[in-house]
């Protein structure tokens, strides 16, 4: 495929993040393509996403350099501009950063040589009663230890006038969309809604609804399911309920969740893929569900997603079950199964070409 500009996000606190990203723009010099950094600080403020993709020119390729973190803000860009996101492996736990530091230039040889697969993976996107906004006297406090926060999302250019339900807000989230408590001693009070019906009303330190992508990150650590990324639904998960209930709730793509701050709750923020982006009031709601576009993400190899959650997560075999015998048979994405379970293993169109070396 034809790669003409490429936009850079790199995690400048890690010094082999910088040393790559003196790589590729090497490379970028020696094909004749322009590679430019993009910087979210400008004047000692955050730029929205859109001012970002325009100041590095719009490119049609975003590299990160970094870990899961680095390839989100990544991904806002991407989505933001329709490019496709190519993650560089720098980090400790990551799930969505494939290709390691060491072969980069044979990861963009083999996108400028069209070798590779495009996974489309879902979005959130929302709706709410009223623009995202962030207090004064929140945002002060909430700046400390973080630098400057994101601007609020505003409306989504083509809901300027829109009867449909809710503000439609311009802002898409790849991992999850989180409601949480402003006040450390006081848990949020919410009215969750599914597909226009009231599921509960929920007292909890944060309600969130998370991608597939995201069900291995906030939505996990809170005892959400793991989903496969390939699937599409939205994962909701409370955070430390004062409830009996607890469990996780899997929805379709097409069935909303909204989330209801109720009258005599404290004041809740919202946090798109970790990112603190505005304040909610009694009253206020969120509606959370399906973004129409979708992230177009670089894939080089076959997916190992199951493989990779056995290592990142250290999983290990149940003692019981490995005492007496031999234990269960494991072999490599690129080896053919055993004969007597190769029929596991489902012919897969997203496999693509064969993994870099």
């Known amino acids: 495929m034809a790669v003409n500009r490429i936009g850079l996000v790199v995690h400048g606190g890690r010094t082999e993040a910088v040393d790559a990203a003196q790589t590729v723009r090497a490379w970028g010099q020696d094909h004749g393509i322009r590679c430019t950094e993009i910087d979210v600080w400008q004047d000692g403020g955050r730029r929205s996403a859109r001012d970002e993709v325009e100041a590095a020119g719009d490119p049609d390729l975003i ?3 970094g870990g899961d973190g680095t390839f989100l803000r990544g991904a806002r860009l991407a989505a933001e501009h329709d490019a496709l996101v190519l993650g560089i492996d720098l980090g400790r736990v990551g799930f969505l950063t494939e290709v390691p530091a060491a072969a980069v230039c044979q990861a963009l040889d083999a996108v400028r040589e069209g070798r590779l697969h495009i996974d489309s993976r879902m979005l959130l996107t929302l709706r709410a009663s009223c623009r995202l906004r962030m207090p004064s006297d929140v945002e002060d406090w909430m700046q400390y230890g973080r630098g400057g926060l994101l601007p609020p999302p505003q409306v989504r250019p083509e809901c300027e006038v829109d009867d449909e339900w809710g503000v439609a807000l311009n802002v898409t989230a790849l991992n999850d969309v989180v409601l949480e408590k402003l006040s450390r001693d006081r848990q949020v009070s919410v009215g969750v809604y599914i597909s226009g019906r009231l599921l509960a009303s929920y007292s909890a330190d944060a309600l969130l609804v998370a991608t597939p992508t995201g069900s291995t990150a906030y939505s996990f650590a809170a005892g959400g399911p793991v989903v496969s990324p390939r699937a599409d639904a939205l994962v909701f998960t409370p955070v430390a309920p004062h409830m009996t209930f607890n469990r996780s709730i899997v929805t379709a793509p097409d069935e909303p969740i909204g989330l209801r701050v109720l009258e005599r709750s404290g004041r809740a923020v919202v946090s798109i893929d ?29 997916m190992d997603f199951y493989g990779r959650l056995r290592e990142r997560m250290n999983l290990t075999d149940a003692p019981a079950a490995v005492a007496d015998g031999s234990p269960a048979p494991l072999w490599s994405i690129t080896t053919p199964p055993p004969g007597d379970l190769a029929h596991l293993s489902l012919p897969d169109a997203s496999h693509g070409p064969a993994a870099l070396p």
């Not at 603190?276 to 190899?301: E, K, M, T």
């Open 274 to 302: 970790g990112q603190l982006r505005g304040v909610l009031d009694p009253g206020d709601w969120i509606g959370v569900y399906a973004a129409p576009q979708r992230l177009r993400a670089v894939r080089l190899g076959p």
């Open 63 to 65: 590299v990160t350099l």
